[in-house]
Each structure stands twice: as C-alpha cells, then as structure tokens.
C-alpha cells in the first residue's frame, strides 16, 4: 500500500472507533498502531512504544498543565466566581440585558485564572443561572450565554489548549498567551454586543427594567482583592521576566490556593477534591497525548505532510485561501470531536503546510497567528451538536430548560465568533500587535 493509502485507512479507523465510541485517546492509539505495523512491523512499533512515553512526558514544559489545571481548580472552588459576578453584575446592571453581559464578564475574569472552558461554564453558571433565573431571563438566553461565556476559558489566557499547541509546536507560552489577549477581549465584547441585541430583537427573554439589580460599593471591590493579585502575580511575573510560564503556574496555583482560604470558603474536601480534578483531567490530558503521538508518528512514516505541502504548492492558490480552508476544516473537526484532541492530532500535520506558506511576516508570527485563529475555531465544538460539551454541561444544570433551547441560544453568539474570526484571518496584525513589545 501506499503512503497515502496507509494515512487514509488509518484516519477512517480512527473516525470508526470513535463513531462506535471509543474514547478519543484509545481511537487515536489503536489507529496509529495498526498504521504504525503495517509499514514497519511488530518489533521496530514495540522499540518505537518501549521509548516514546518516556520522552514524551519526561518533559519539563508539561509540567505546566497539571498546574494551570490546579490553579483553575482552587479558583473555582475556593468561592472566587461569586465575587466577580457580584462585581460584573453591579457592574452592567443597569443595561437591558445586563445580567447576562455580567455572566460574561465574569466568564472572561475567571477564565483569566482558570484556563479550562467547561470549569468555567460551571463554574459561572452555578453562580449566575439562579440569579438570572430569579430576575426573569429565559431559559433560552440564560443557558446560551452561559454556555457560550464558557469558551472565554479557553480564549482568555491562560489556556490549556494554547499551551498545548506552544509544545506541538516549539513556540514561546508567554508569547502566544499575549497574543490571544486581544482576540480573547474582542469575544467577550463581541458576546456583550449580541446580548444588547439579542434583547432588543427579542423582547421578553429579558427583564425590560430591573429595578433589584446590584449596586456598585466597596464590598464588591475589595472581593475583587484577590482575583487581581493572583492574576497579577501570574502574569506580571511572567512578562516582567521575574519567571518561566512554568513557575508562573506553580504561583499561580499556590497564590489562587492562598485566595481561596482567604475568601472561607475552601474545606479540607474540597482541598482534596481540586487534586483529585486535577489528577483526572490531567490524566485524559497525557492519555491523550499518547494517542496521538502514536497516531501523528504512523502519519509521518507515510510522509502524508510533505505530500501535503506539495499538493498545496501544486495548486498555486494564494496563502490566505489555503488558510481559510485549513479553519474551515477544523470547524468541521469541532462537530465531532474536542478541542484538545483536535489540535494534538491535526497540528502535527497541518503546521507544516502554514509554515511553507509565504504571509510575508516572520516564521514566529505566523505560528504565533496560526495558534490564535486555530484556538478560535476550536471552540466552536464546545458549542454546536453533536459534541457542544458546554450547551450540555449547562442545560444539565438548568434541568427544566429543553437542551433544544439551550443550542437555540447559542446560535447569535455563533454569528460574533464567525466575524470575529474573519476579522484575525483579514487582519493578523489584530493578534501580533501586543507580541511585538515583547522583546
């Protein structure tokens, strides 16, 4: 058989096994050893297996995932949700509307000390549903929102996702963390913006006046205290060069654990229950990452990415449609499968297509931009069928709201993350503008 033929079978086992479900990790790693025996045989896989776990994970740089991961897990547990949608809601509630705008804001702060997308739906929507509910927001509306917030935890640095792709990659953390801070301000204005819309077009998924909404007054500040020192601990360190983005984590996680306690609200079960969390995702995390090392090294013995570049040179399509298409692909992806397992297992292949393309910018700015408009574009399986891990997340705490309705209520906030991708794909300079005063 074939290279081409190999990469081809390999692929649709791999789509088969996950159709008949299996998990993502176990697809990716039975695929890519029948690839892997079919082109080198039995003895050079199990050399290949013998060494490949151990180089993979004896890696300093993944350290920092367990640790962003822990950070996100003692925020969320240690009540600090609350004191930002206090703030936010106080914040916009005087807007029609305004209660969901705050269940935004307060989705991109926590993102901001959290980087996981469904902690943070959760996490936000356990706080604000009640309260939305109790004023009088549709379940429709409530629940998109919620749902939709979600995926500033990703979008927001810091983000697991992003981390992951800097490793695929060979890029700078603290470089594309910056990068996706403008990007990831954009979708929460974005999402503010549908809401004041969506209420208007729409009346009655909202209250037209809320003559209970929350005042602005110290309290809400200084519950505020802890969130900014953290963020600032981690992220100033981090860009004032005092740390690695790895000891970022590590404080971070250490200075979100001291607010915890400070806020009363972390028990010893709880203590255990952040590590516990921790251990889990991280665990899928790493399992995936073995899957698809198997499966991207199967790919690359059968030189399906140079045969790619060559294809795509043989076409002589100008970059930017070669770029539209791989996002749009990767769109599709996001409709089958999460985000994580999206960006370890088509990066290897399609990372070396972008950086054959001629952008005219550096080599770093276009993986730095690539990473971006690729952490976008995965999100959108957090939120569409038949994935949408969010809407589902959500509408499974808001039991008497039809999960039809909650994927109904997504469907604006879709509308803002298509122009706003537009927006990164006809302007890079939208995500490299702050990378630049980064020497």
């Known amino acids: 058989m074939t290279g081409m033929s190999v990469a081809l079978l390999v692929i649709v086992l791999m789509f088969v096994l996950m159709a008949l479900r299996t998990p993502i990790a176990i697809s990716m790693f039975l695929a890519g050893s029948v690839g892997y025996v079919m082109q080198t045989g039995w003895e050079p896989y199990a050399n290949f297996m013998n060494s490949m776990s151990y180089a993979r994970f004896a890696s300093y740089d993944l350290s920092v995932i367990p640790l962003f991961i822990l950070m996100g897990q003692f925020a969320t547990q240690g009540g600090i949700s609350k004191a930002l949608f206090a703030f936010a809601a106080a914040l916009t509630g005087g807007f029609r ?12 702060a926590f993102g901001a000390i959290c980087g996981s997308s469904v902690a943070t739906a959760a996490t936000v929507t356990g706080v604000a549903l009640p309260e939305m509910k109790r004023h009088g927001y549709s379940g429709r509306l409530a629940t998109g929102t919620l749902a939709t917030a979600g995926t500033l935890g990703i979008l927001i640095p810091p983000s697991v996702p992003l981390v992951i792709y800097a490793i695929l990659t060979e890029q700078n953390i603290a470089k594309l963390f910056l990068a996706a801070t403008i ?16 209420v208007r077009v729409a009346p009655g998924h909202a209250p037209e006046v809320d003559p209970d909404r929350p005042r602005l007054n110290l309290q809400t500040f200084i519950g505020l205290a802890p969130i900014a020192v953290v963020f600032l601990l981690v992220f100033g360190g981090i860009y004032g060069g005092f740390f ?20 009363r609200e972390m028990t ?172």
């Open 97 to 108: 509307g305004g209660l969901a705008m705050a269940a935004v804001i307060a989705s991109a």
């Open 183 to 198: 990007p990831g301000i954009l979708a929460m204005l974005g999402y503010i913006l549908v809401i004041a819309i969506y």
């Open 244 to 263: 690695s983005p790895t000891e970022g984590a590590a404080v971070g996680a250490a200075s979100a654990f001291v607010a915890a306690l400070m806020k």
């Open 268 to 439: 010893w079960a709880k203590f255990m229950s952040c590590f516990h969390a921790t251990a889990e995702s991280s665990a899928m995390i790493f399992l995936i990452f073995i899957g698809a090392d198997v499966m991207n090294s199967t790919l690359a013995l059968t030189q399906i990415q140079h045969q790619l570049v060559d294809l795509v040179a043989s076409w002589h399509l100008a970059p930017i449609w070669v770029m539209v298409a791989i996002v749009a692909l990767h769109i599709v992806l996001g409709t089958v499968t999460e985000e994580l397992s999206i960006i370890l297992l088509t990066i290897p292949i399609f990372f070396p297509v972008v950086m054959s393309l001629d952008f005219g910018m550096p080599k770093e700015s276009l993986a730095i931009w690539f990473g971006i408009l690729i952490l976008m574009v995965v999100s959108f399986g957090l939120l569409v069928p038949p994935m949408g891990l969010n809407v589902y997340v959500v509408n499974g705490m808001a039991r008497d709201v039809p999960v039809a309705e909650s994927f109904r209520g997504v469907l604006p906030f879709l509308i803002s993350d298509f122009v706003r991708i537009g927006l990164i794909l006809a302007f890079p300079g939208i995500a490299l503008w702050l990378v630049k005063f980064m020497s």
